[in-house]
T-cell receptor
């Protein structure tokens, strides 16, 4: 069966520090991968998605970037964190095709001080 | 434009009551897919159900049931005999076929917080 791992679970970082969140999927090949941010108001904002290695689409201009160095690995990064980067970050995967549901990781709670 | 509206921000019920969570969507596509997700306090989103635009059959799974009506662009979710463990934020989402299909991009509603009191 397929599983998705996301780490770390919680992170506290100072303003201006770099960031690296990692997500890996097991049990499937060539998945679509996604990064979301959920602010305190509950809405889910799609940040990036990828349909293949090295292919990254950005949904919202921001202080973050994403990379997909391997088929089942998706990384969210920042060179310098802002206070506004605080939130709950969720990684998800799906098989290709609009009828396939996305499956989410447990999320990372990021606090910026 | 594609949009998902969950007008109910918060709902509070007492255990064993039935509760319906509303979802209204907008899309120009003739082929699309609708989803419901549950987000318990622990934070992860759990997939509950998927419905295709060409299949208007309602579905029942235990205490959960879903009513899909294309005429009103609604995909409502009912929990029968609610339990405390049902307390969570519930999200409705839309995915379009055609061009958007290969990416599985989801358009989420803003969620409904359901609190079930003992």
């Amino acid at each position: 069966s397929q599983t998705i791992h996301q780490w770390p679970a919680t992170l506290v970082q100072p303003v201006g520090s770099p960031l690296s969140l990692e997500c890996t999927v097991e049990g499937t090949s060539n998945p679509n991968l996604y990064w979301y941010r959920q602010a305190a108001g509950r809405g889910l904002q799609l940040l990036f998605y990828s349909v293949g290695i090295g292919q990254i689409s950005s949904e919202v201009p921001q202080n973050l970037s994403a990379s997909r160095p391997q088929d089942r690995q998706f990384i969210l990064s920042s060179k310098k964190l802002l206070l506004s980067d605080s939130g709950f970050y969720l990684c998800a995967w799906a098989k290709g095709g609009g009828n396939q549901p996305q499956h989410f990781g447990d999320g990372t709670r990021l606090s910026i001080l | 434009a594609q949009k998902v509206t969950q007008a109910q921000t918060e709902i509070s019920v007492v255990e064993k009551e039935d509760v319906t969570l509303d979802c209204v969507y907008e899309t120009r596509d003739t082929t699309y897919y609708l989803f419901w997700y549950k987000q318990p306090p622990s934070g992860e989103l759990v997939f509950l159900i998927r419905r295709n635009s060409f299949d208007e059959q309602n579905e029942i799974s235990g205490r959960y049931s879903w009513n899909f009506q294309k005429s009103t662009s609604s995909f409502n979710f009912t929990i029968t005999a609610s339990q405390v463990v049902d307390s969570a934020v519930y999200f409705c989402a839309l995915s379009e076929g055609g061009y958007g299909g290969a990416t599985n991009k989801l358009i989420f509603g803003t969620g409904t917080l359901l609190a079930v009191q003992p």
